[in-house]
């Protein structure tokens, strides 16, 4: 258990630095803005630095102030892990920003435009896939995406048009259009890496029936078949749980089992289709 969330830990820091490199390294000097609530600590950035000529609170610490409200829907709505990685990731992006030099490498805004959504939509879909976001309009489209069971990059393309539209006033009209470029990549990137609206079966043989159901049922609203079961060779008398999930749900899945009976077996299969209710979180 403790190899697994060590594990989660050091994706989530290398998805918050790979969102902190396509900024500082390709959006913030090109002035195309990033996805969600890091688009929108840019854009509060730049109205206090050019409007205001308010310069010391930066683009990292906005980002950090932004997602403190965020993070109570986060708790309520997605989880307590979630919510906690997910608080990790922005604290590690904020003292990342803070800490990588902003630089240009490039004069192209386009080039600025695709390797910056590139690179931050695998820090996104990184961090989504080992059950963290970055934050922000991660978690507000990860909450509407579990209520409707479509990709979370759908959402996240439409919380993201006010930033667009901001992004044309606040600039030139381009870099509307280049912001736009940036976020549809993105969120493309993001479904790419991280597939939870993809199904799976798992099939689950303990001897812990009760406990396992109960830990299941505590923390995904999922049905559950239990069938009879008998080892061949122990002929001892188990259970066989069946439930399908979300790729999303498997790390959480995953760990339930690790905690409850460690000497369950589990097998996880494709579900290419399903016919009938499938429960989704409230």
């Known amino acids: 258990m403790f190899l697994l969330e060590s594990k989660r830990v050091i994706i989530v820091v290398i998805g918050a630095v790979l969102n902190a490199v396509a900024l500082n390294f390709f959006l913030i000097e090109a002035d195309v803005y990033a996805s969600g609530f890091t688009g929108l600590a840019q854009l509060l950035s730049t109205i206090f630095s050019d409007y205001l000529g308010i310069d010391f609170i930066s683009t990292g610490i906005w980002l950090f102030l932004i997602n403190i409200p965020v993070a109570l829907l986060g708790w309520f709505k997605v989880g307590r892990y979630f919510t906690v990685y997910s608080f990790l990731s922005v604290a590690i992006t904020t003292l990342a920003l803070e800490i990588i030099p902003v630089v240009s490498f490039s004069n192209d805004i386009m080039l600025n435009a695709v390797f910056g959504g590139v690179i931050g939509g695998i820090g996104v879909g ?3 896939k080992w059950g963290a976001s ?9 909450v509407l995406s579990r209520l409707k069971d479509r990709p979370i990059g759908n959402y996240l393309m439409f919380i993201n048009g006010i930033i667009i539209l901001l992004a044309g006033y606040l600039n030139k009209p381009e870099n509307a259009l280049y912001t736009l ?3 549809y990549v993105s969120t493309r990137v993001i479904d790419t890496v991280h597939t939870r609206h993809e199904k799976v079966t798992a099939m689950i043989v303990t001897k812990k029936t009760d406990e396992l159901q109960q830990a299941i049922h505590d923390t995904m609203i999922r049905g559950i078949t239990i069938l009879p079961a008998r080892g061949a060779y122990s002929k001892e008398d188990k259970s066989m749980l069946v439930l399908v999930i979300t790729r999303y749900e498997l790390y959480d899945l995953e760990r339930i089992i690790n905690e409850v009976d460690p000497n369950a077996f589990t097998n996880v299969v494709q579900t ?6 499938f429960r989704r979180n409230d």
């Open 272 to 277: 290419t289709g399903i016919f009938g209710f």
């Open 126 to 128: 990184m961090s989504l």
């Open 134 to 142: 970055t934050g922000g309009s991660d978690i507000i489209a990860m």
């Open 181 to 183: 470029l940036a976020l």
